[in-house]
């Protein structure tokens, strides 16, 4: 697959509404134990309007908990999946894949009581040669959640790598 066909590309839209209940056991399986997490007072002494998320939340619960079936927008992929897709295809032709890299950018902190919408899409797709004569292939997405006033909250980037 070209770059030029898959740039651009939607990789899912969702609605989410972040809760309390989630943020403090989130918190706890990750061992921060922090009180800023799971009490209000605590949160309001460390300068947050609301109980925040801890910074890998978005990651890796975000979409899980507080994504309701009747709320979530019409699907922008058409039914596609391009991570499927394209890593699926290069793994077809044998090889693995690596999680390669994650980055969060908090435009503000996200908290308990947010509603947040995300969109995400395909943001590049590049091979290069590994130090061992090996290609590797790179996809990187990007999911933008936006607050129900249309402001950017956090920016999440993703990048996946195939290795011949």
């Given at each position: ?7 651009g590309?939607p ?32 949160a ?45 295809g ?20 996200v ?54």
């Amino acid at each position: 697959m070209e770059r030029d066909d898959v740039v651009g590309r939607p990789t899912g839209a969702a609605k989410v509404r972040v809760e309390r209940g989630p943020v403090a056991k989130f918190a706890a399986a990750v061992h921060n134990g922090s009180p800023v997490y799971a009490d209000q007072a605590a949160a309001a002494a460390a300068g947050f309007a609301a109980i925040p998320v801890p910074p890998t939340f978005a990651f890796s619960a975000i979409q899980y908990w507080g994504a309701f079936p009747e709320e979530q927008p019409a699907d922008p992929t058409g039914g596609s999946n391009p991570l499927a897709e394209i890593m699926g295809g290069l793994l077809s032709k044998g090889g693995m894949i690596l999680h390669g890299e994650q980055e969060f950018i908090y435009h503000r902190p996200v908290v308990v009581g947010d509603v947040l919408s995300c969109e995400g899409k395909v943001t590049d797709l590049y091979s290069k040669e590994s130090s061992s004569g090996k290609v590797m292939t790179f996809l990187v997405t990007e999911d933008e959640y936006r607050d129900e006033q249309g402001e950017l909250v956090l920016t999440s980037r993703m990048n996946l790598i195939h290795r011949a």
